[in-house]
Structures are given as structure tokens and as C-alpha cells.
């Protein structure tokens, strides 16, 4: 590490960069999306059940992850529906899931008329702590939905044992976490469904979409018929929709930009893991930073990475952030402001139409700060570096000098 720049005058204070030069920048799309966009339109029809390239993803991505089914629909918050619905989730039933997630997770349980009752994370991994969620567990609770945020693992071993020990289903929400590993297992596929999505921020984008994994063929069925107004596609099936279902189909469209991108992923997650392994490792030993934690067995993908600042040690998050970033670094003050039960759907209970259902059939089930206080500390104290495939060596030497830089200084300062 470059001592000299170190003790340079910080940028936020007039000084030069650390990271003087942009970071990498490079094209997601290109010649090989046109081409599968030229193919879909040339076969005269867009919908999934009668061209080729919905078709062909699915068994793609089913390869690719080991599994016997793929169940395509329009975005990862469907997806999540799709799954919750089809493991059997009813009104009233309670579905645990992490403290710091999308809405969609959370859509999800509630469009099925079930109650999310939110678990305090892991203050180190920003996982759903397993002691956390078994505590939780009541008569009325259907499924626990873990969420492997920023494309890190949670500990599936522990949910995987709890799941099966108190006969609950088991949802994983895969949306940040294409090809994160566990214990040699790929996320997706070790619970009953692991639950994707192709939106535009996601390691490969369709511009929106999703996908359901799932070895169960009973789920996979549900899956289809949910996802598709409940009619059936089977050659000579009867049209007579039987249960109430939704229209999230994936369109040919989106397919083909989905199986062009499908190409792609490897060389993303080798480009993300070497950035993000780097940055993890020169991150440590740094005063006042605390780098992400990773369970036993984690093999992390790197949707982006969070920290964790000691504000007694480097002062106000905040602030930190904004020293980081004056140095050119790509970094925000934390990933989402505050945890996900504070969102005023939760504070106010506004459920369908106005009313508070389907929050009204728990009562019990409150929506308050301090619920999660590990959730909320990491709110308060994170700091959020992008990860992109097209970073280079240079922009990671340059963003740990950056690092570097204002944690020793802003360190020495207090
Ligand atoms: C953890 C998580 N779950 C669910 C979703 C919902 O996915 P989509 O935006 O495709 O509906 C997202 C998207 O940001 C997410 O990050």
C-alpha cells in the first residue's frame, strides 16, 4: 500500500483522490441480446408457451443449477408470490423473513393474505440469525423466507434443520444472489423454492423478470398455474381455471435477452468475486471498519458489499461516507435507510384497499422501532460499496488506498 498517499490531505478537505480516474464502465448489452431479440421476433410470436426462448432459458438455467424445474414469470417480487402461494401459504399464516429486505419479499407474504413477521439479522453477516427466527415460531407460522442479501448466503444449514424440525416451508429469496454459494450448494436450491429476479439492477437483467427453482413437481405445478391465470398449457388439458391465480408471465421477449445475459453470468460472478474478495481482504485491519462477515461455507457473489463503520473510532457514518466518496470511491451511506418493518405500509398497517387486512388477523404482530435492533444498527452504520463486472485491478488498488486514507486519518482525528 502506497504510505504516501495516506498521509495526504484528505479530498473532502481540498486534497488530491485517491481514486483520481472513473471506475470501469462497459456494456451490459449488446450483439448477442440483438440476435436472440431478432430470433424471438422472427418466430411470429411473443408468448412463452409457444416460441423457443422462454423454452430454452428455463432448461438453460435448470441445468446451470442442478434442478428439475424452472418456472419463469415477470419479476422476482412474482416470483416470491408465485412461490409463497404455490408452498401452500394461506390467510393468516405467518412467514418470517429478514429485517433488511426489498418490498417484494414482503408483497409477497402479504398478496397471499399472510403476515410478515420480520427476524433480527446476524450484526456481522446481515443475514436472518437462525436463534432470532426460531424464537419467532408460533402455531400460525407457514414458512421461513431467508434472504441472502448482497449476494451472501445465509446459514441454510440452521434454516434448513429448523424448517424440517417444525414441518414449515422453506423460500429462498435469490434476487441478490445469482450463483452465491453454501457449502458447496448453490442458494436456490436448497430450500423448497429459490426465487430470482431479472430486474435491471440484478447481476443479469432482462429489464424485469423472474424465475422460481424447485425440485418439488407438486410446487412446480402450482407454480405454472399460478403464474398463468391458472390455465393450463398441457397439450389437450381442459381451459377451467379451478383456483384464484395471477397473470406474471415472462414474454419471449425477456427470454431472450435473459438467455443472452445467461452467457454472461459466469464471467460476471468471476469479475464481482475479484473485486469483491480483494476489497474484503484489504479492508481488514483498517481502523474504525468493521468488513462484512460470511457464514461457515460462504461463497459470496457480491451484489455489492456493506461494512460496518465504528463510529467512535472514524466519527459520524455519514460523514465517513462523504470523505469516501470525495475521494472518488463509489459508496453511499448504507444500503436501505432503515429496516424494512418501519416502512409506513407496516407503521400504518394499511393492508387491501384501504383496510388492514390481512395485517387485522394479527394483532399481535406490531411494527415498531427497536424490533430488530441489530437490523436498525446496521441501517444507522453502513456503508454500501458498488461492485460492477467491469471494475478493474486499478480501481480496487485505488479504492483501498482510498480506504486506506480516511480511516487512518479520520481515525487519527478523534
Ligand atoms: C432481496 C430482494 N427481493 C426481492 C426483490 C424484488 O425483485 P423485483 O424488483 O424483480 O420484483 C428484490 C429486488 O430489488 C430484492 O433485492
Given at each position: ?9 484528505l ?8 481514486k ?39 432448461e ?48 409477497a ?29 408460533t402455531?400460525?407460522t ?27 416451508k ?38 424485469d ?53 445467461l ?9 464481482r ?58 459508496v ?9 418493518y ?23 404482530i ?9 437490523a ?39
Amino acid at each position: 500500500m502506497p504510505q504516501a498517499q495516506t498521509l495526504e490531505k484528505l479530498a473532502i478537505d481540498g486534497g488530491p483522490k485517491a481514486k483520481p480516474t472513473p471506475y470501469g464502465m462497459g456494456k451490459r448489452f449488446g450483439t448477442e441480446e440483438l440476435a436472440q431479440l431478432k430470433e424471438a421476433l422472427e418466430q411470429q410470436t411473443l408468448f412463452y408457451a409457444k416460441g423457443s426462448k422462454t423454452k430454452a432459458f428455463r432448461e438453460r438455467f435448470a441445468a446451470r443449477y442442478g434442478v428439475k424445474h424452472v418456472v419463469t414469470c415477470s419479476s422476482g417480487t412474482a416470483a416470491l408470490h408465485i412461490a409463497v402461494a404455490s408452498a401452500g401459504i394461506k390467510p393468516g399464516d405467518e412467514v418470517i423473513t429478514a429485517s433488511i429486505t426489498d418490498m417484494g419479499t414482503c408483497i409477497a407474504i402479504l398478496q397471499c393474505g399472510a403476515i410478515p413477521v420480520f427476524a433480527d439479522l446476524d450484526p456481522h453477516t446481515y443475514t436472518m440469525d437462525p436463534a432470532a427466527v426460531e424464537k419467532l415460531i408460533t402455531k400460525k407460522t407457514a414458512a421461513i423466507l431467508p434472504v441472502h442479501l448482497t449476494g451472501a448466503p445465509c446459514e441454510m444449514d440452521a434454516f434448513k434443520q429448523l424448517a424440517a424440525r417444525r414441518s414449515l416451508k422453506l423460500i429462498e429469496d435469490c434476487a441478490q444472489s445469482y450463483h452465491t454459494g453454501y457449502k458447496r450448494q448453490l442458494c436456490g436450491t436448497i430450500g423448497d423454492a429459490g426465487c430470482f429476479s431479472l430486474n435491471d439492477f440484478k447481476h443479469i437483467s432482462a429489464g424485469d423478470a423472474g424465475m422460481v427453482l424447485t425440485n418439488d413437481d407438486e410446487l412446480a405445478h402450482r407454480a405454472e398455474l399460478f403464474a398463468d391465470k391458472c390455465y393450463d398449457r398441457a397439450p389437450n388439458a381442459e381451459r377451467n381455471p379451478f383456483s384464484l391465480a395471477m397473470n406474471y408471465r415472462m414474454c419471449e421477449l425477456h427470454a431472450a435477452v435473459a438467455l443472452a445475459q445467461l452467457e454472461k453470468l459466469d464471467g460476471i460472478i468471476a469479475a464481482r468475486r475479484r473485486f469483491g474478495d480483494g476489497l474484503h481482504a484489504g479492508l481488514e485491519g483498517l481502523p474504525g471498519i468493521h468488513p462484512q462477515r460470511f457464514v461457515e461455507g460462504a461463497r459470496p457473489s457480491y451484489w455489492f458489499y456493506l461494512l460496518r463503520v465504528d463510529e467512535k473510532v472514524l466519527g459520524p457514518r455519514d460523514k465517513v461516507a462523504e470523505a469516501l466518496a470525495a475521494e472518488g470511491l463509489r459508496v453511499s451511506a448504507g444500503y436501505v435507510p432503515y429496516a424494512t418493518y418501519l416502512h409506513k405500509i407496516f407503521r400504518n398497517r394499511s393492508g387491501f384497499g384501504g383496510t388492514e387486512w390481512p395485517f387485522s388477523l394479527a394483532p399481535h404482530i406490531r411494527y415498531e422501532p427497536g424490533l430488530c435492533p441489530n437490523a436498525e444498527a446496521i441501517c444507522a452504520d453502513s456503508i454500501q460499496v458498488g461492485i460492477n463486472e467491469f471494475y478493474t485491478d486499478e480501481d480496487l488498488a485505488q479504492t483501498l488506498v482510498g480506504f486506506r486514507k480516511v480511516a487512518t486519518q479520520l481515525a487519527a482525528r478523534s
